[in-house]
């Protein structure tokens, strides 16, 4: 392999990479990560619709506050869905409720599979959303540079 191709393969590698970056950049609006049809954006609306029902509704674990469903990211394939999940109150409620969660897991993938008639339903990550925290945070920044000038 000579010099010339490998720096031709380097290149190659760098702009798939450039690609990726994009596709991933998606991820923080909240839009599935792919970029071909809409199949993954309406799944992931429907899965955010039907996780937030279910939570709200059929979850009885003690540990699990006030949760909101901010969003659905799926991957390319389809095979993994991360669930962005918004909770009321400190870190340790935070953190009870986000052990709650994990722990219906199966249970929340099972239903999901029931409800929308998937062949593959999805494997489940819940991670915690702190958009809400950060947002406010900003908007105090904002009001404390409002009365400063």
């Known amino acids: 392999m000579t ?3 490998q720096k031709e ?3 190659g590698l760098l702009t798939i990479d450039a690609r990726l970056l994009t596709v991933n950049s998606r991820l923080s609006t909240g839009v599935a990560m792919t970029v071909h049809g809409h199949r993954a954006e309406r ?3 429907r899965i955010r619709a039907e996780v937030a ?3 709200s509704g059929e979850l009885k674990d ?3 506050g006030f949760a909101t469903v901010t969003k659905v990211d799926l991957s390319l394939d389809l ?3 991360r669930i962005s999940v918004s909770v009321l109150g400190d870190a340790a409620e935070q953190q009870k409720s986000l052990q709650g969660l994990v722990s219906a897991r199966g249970y929340v993938r099972h239903e999901l599979g029931v ?3 998937l062949r593959r339903t999805p494997e489940l990550a819940f991670v915690l959303d702190h958009a809400a925290e ?3 945070r900003v908007e105090e920044l904002l009001e404390k540079l409002k009365k400063e000038s």
């Open 62 to 64: 003690p540990r699990i």
């Open 134 to 136: 950060e947002n406010a």
């Open 3 to 5: 010099v010339e191709s």
């Open 43 to 45: 799944l992931a609306d």
């Open 9 to 11: 393969g380097i290149l």
């Open 53 to 55: 029902e279910i939570i």
């Open 79 to 81: 095979h993994q869905a």
């Open 115 to 117: 409800r929308l008639g």
